[in-house]
């Protein structure tokens, strides 16, 4: 119901359901011409950025938080379980000392600050893995909507930031010029770092070496990003 509700009115294309099994246990998409978007394949990096904020924020104006709620979309549900993580990283022992700190105050913080923050309809996972671009017609589709929620914006914009870290001025800047809202980078920090973190506990935990350097790698940027 909400991806009929929404469609037409985003600057990207985003699917349709055409099959819902009868358990309701799971759906099919329409298919998405093109293929799966990587960072070096975007010829245009600053107007992939724009047409990203653009596409959040005309989400977040798709409809009322009430309506939204009215469909059955939620608050984000797995904050808990990201700071479960967060501590379990901690008690590891892995991090050196700054990051040590910054794991704490994340984990003293995070919950905090995000209930101060105004809270806007999110796709819930719009990192590049689920954006598709076409080519032929020089078209995006974004997709996999399941994790769709409400929460502040700066939980959606980390994932952006984390994949083009390079652009995250004109990410925030640019977010202000068309929303008129500043993005709060104390909050995008915690969110960027409580991710991070989660993956990396993950990670730790499946004994997955490679996985844990990258996400090792992942947290001193924004450990520069607090400063």
């Not at 997709?143 to 001025?169: A, T």
């Not at 993005?183 to 996985?211: H, P, Q, V, W, Y």
Request: charged share 25%; net charge neutral; with cysteine.
């Amino acid at each position: 119901k909400f991806l009929e509700k929404i469609e037409g009115t985003l600057p990207v294309k985003s699917p349709s359901i055409k099959y819902v099994a009868k358990d309701e246990s799971y759906y099919g998409y329409s298919f998405a011409n093109g293929k799966q978007v990587s960072y070096a394949e975007i010829v245009n990096k600053e107007v992939f950025v724009k047409l990203w904020i653009d596409t959040a924020i005309a989400l977040s104006n798709s409809m009322s938080l009430e309506d939204a709620m009215k469909m059955g979309v939620e608050q984000v549900s797995f904050n808990e379980y990201r700071l479960k993580r967060v501590k379990q990283v901690i008690d590891s022992k892995i991090l050196d000392d700054k990051l040590h700190e910054l794991a704490e105050y994340t984990l003293q913080n995070y919950l905090i600050v995000w209930g101060r923050a105004p809270k806007f309809i999110l796709h819930g996972d719009p990192g590049l893995g689920n954006w598709v671009y076409d080519k032929s017609s020089n078209t995006y589709t974004l997709i996999d909507w399941s994790d769709i929620c409400l929460g502040p914006q700066e939980f959606q914009v980390y994932r952006l930031v984390n994949d083009m870290p390079e652009y995250i001025d004109l990410i925030i800047r640019y977010y202000f010029e068309r929303a008129g809202i500043e993005i709060n980078r104390e909050l995008l920090f915690l969110c960027g770092n409580a991710s991070i973190l989660s993956m990396l506990g993950a990670f730790l935990e499946r004994g997955d070496t490679k996985g844990v350097q990258v996400k090792m790698k992942q947290l001193k940027f924004w450990k520069a990003l607090q400063g």
